[in-house]
């Protein structure tokens, strides 16, 4: 059963926690990305978890492989359940981020990949050294690359998650932004797709922000969305 990750992106502590109380019992998983964690620190990842919410932590770590490995244990410390980390750090960086969640038990931190981000196209990776593949192979060739790394799952669109979920083993996670139930404004999303598609794709979490944030009934708007992921 997938599970809806809500993302607080906003820029205070008190408005996070303020639309987390909005959106009530229905969901159980938010992200706190760079905005929100730049502004306010782990004390908001502290208050999620003193609700009783899972985290995924959006840091996108990219370092040498122990400042990595030293981050996601400080993630872990903090309760955080998911953590991405940029799968270009190369083998040794993922292997060791995902030492030090293995640190954690069953209930420590998900090591996520990001493979490409969705804002570059082929110029952009011409730019940055990666010449001869497309994004969309870039994409397929990095997702394996952190899988067979120690990654246990990857960030990406719901373009990508059918052919990834059908390339990767059993149990990789395929974690989803771009998620718009139908009818519902775009915002700046170009590659969207319906909660439904997603989780019949193969998506394991999907990541929903203005959709409910910006809902005029943020609990109604999210139990639509889990209707719709559940009725696959
Ligand atoms: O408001 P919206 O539903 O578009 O929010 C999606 C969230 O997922 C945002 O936090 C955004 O930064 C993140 N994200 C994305 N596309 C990616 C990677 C992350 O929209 N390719």
């Known amino acids: 059963m ?26 159980g998983f938010y992200k706190v990305g760079m905005e929100l964690f730049t502004a306010e620190g782990p004390d908001v990842v502290r208050a999620l978890k003193d609700l009783g919410k899972k985290v995924f932590l959006d840091l996108k770590f990219h370092d040498i492989p122990r400042t990595v490995e ?10 955080a359940d998911l953590i991405t980390i940029h799968s270009t750090g190369a083998k040794e ?20 990949a990001v493979t ?20 969309a192979e870039q994409v397929q060739a ?5 899988i067979d790394n120690g990654a ?49 794709d193969g998506a394991t979490h999907l990541v929903v922000g203005r959709p409910i944030l910006a809902a005029g009934d943020p609990p109604e708007a999210a139990r639509r969305i889990l209707a719709e992921m559940a009725s696959v």
Do not use: Y
């Open 142 to 146: 990095m997702a394996r690359f952190a």
């Open 70 to 79: 030293r981050a996601v244990r400080s993630g872990g410390k903090l309760g």
């Open 93 to 112: 960086m993922i292997r060791m981020a995902r030492l030090a969640a293995d640190e954690f038990g069953s209930d420590g931190p998900r090591i996520l």
């Open 116 to 135: 490409v981000l969705t804002s570059l196209d082929q110029s952009d990776l011409a730019d940055v050294g990666v010449a001869g593949r497309t994004p």
């Open 2 to 27: 997938a599970e809806l990750i809500v993302a607080l992106d906003v820029q205070t502590r008190a408005e996070a926690i303020e639309k987390v109380e909005a959106i009530g019992d229905g969901v």
């Open 152 to 200: 246990h799952g990857v960030v990406c669109s719901p373009r990508e998650v059918g052919s990834l979920s059908r390339a990767l083993p059993f149990g990789t996670l395929f974690v989803t932004p771009g998620v718009r139930p139908a009818g519902a404004e775009t915002g700046d999303q170009k590659r969207v797709a319906t909660p439904a598609d997603a989780v019949r």
